[in-house]
């Protein structure tokens, strides 16, 4: 994690302290210097709790690809399921994104399409194409963020 995303990550959690402060300020039994001070701690805690359990989960995913141990010439059964599984997230992704959204995507990506070439098939803009094309790998990064290391894995085995 770089210093500038810890700096804004502090700020977070000590404006986070802040609005649960205010929120719940009827109930506080304590000096709000007291208050402050246990939740900003508490708070630091839980984040590095939750830090650790992120890289226990990458390191676990790296584990379980060097188990596999990819290769491209010889079928793996488990590089096989990891793909199908990835395929059907992603497809289930993409049906649920807003029709036109889904239909410059599948423009785009599945039939190799430029913006240009889409924006004259729909009869609409290249910056509108361009948006929807942002704004559907936008949820489906969102909905597949916790498959990320794994993808990246794929991607960069196999050159894709």
């Given at each position: 994690?770089?210093?500038?995303?810890?700096?804004?990550?502090?700020?977070?959690?000590v404006?986070?302290?802040?609005?649960?402060?205010?929120?719940?300020?009827?109930?506080?039994?304590v000096?709000y210097?007291?208050?402050?001070?246990?939740?900003?701690?508490?708070?630091?805690?839980?984040?590095?709790?939750?830090l650790?359990?992120?890289?226990?989960?990458?390191?676990?995913?790296?584990?379980?690809?060097?188990?596999?141990?990819?290769h491209?010439?010889t079928?793996?059964?488990?590089?096989?399921?990891?793909?199908?599984?990835?395929?059907?997230?992603?497809?289930?992704?993409?049906?649920?994104?807003?029709?036109?959204?889904?239909?410059?995507?599948m423009?785009?990506?599945?039939?190799?399409?430029?913006?240009?070439?889409?924006?004259?098939?729909?009869?609409?803009?290249?910056?509108?194409?361009d948006?929807?094309?942002?704004?559907?790998?936008k949820?489906?990064?969102?909905?597949?963020k916790?498959?990320?290391?794994?993808?990246?894995?794929?991607?960069?085995?196999?050159g894709?």
């Amino acid at each position: 994690m770089g210093k500038k995303n810890i700096c804004n990550k502090k700020k977070y959690i000590v404006q986070e302290c802040f609005v649960n402060l205010w929120e719940n300020r009827d109930d506080i039994t304590v000096s709000y210097e007291s208050y402050l001070f246990r939740a900003v701690h508490n708070r630091c805690i839980s984040h590095f709790r939750s830090l650790k359990v992120h890289a226990a989960y990458e390191d676990s995913v790296k584990q379980k690809l060097k188990e596999a141990e990819f290769h491209t010439e010889t079928p793996n059964p488990l590089m096989e399921l990891y793909l199908k599984e990835i395929n059907e997230l992603l497809q289930q992704c993409v049906e649920n994104l807003p029709e036109k959204c889904r239909l410059v995507f599948m423009m785009s990506r599945y039939q190799g399409m430029k913006s240009q070439e889409i924006a004259d098939e729909l009869g609409i803009s290249v910056r509108t194409v361009d948006a929807h094309l942002y704004n559907a790998l936008k949820v489906i990064k969102e909905e597949l963020k916790d498959y990320l290391p794994l993808i990246a894995l794929f991607f960069w085995k196999f050159g894709i």
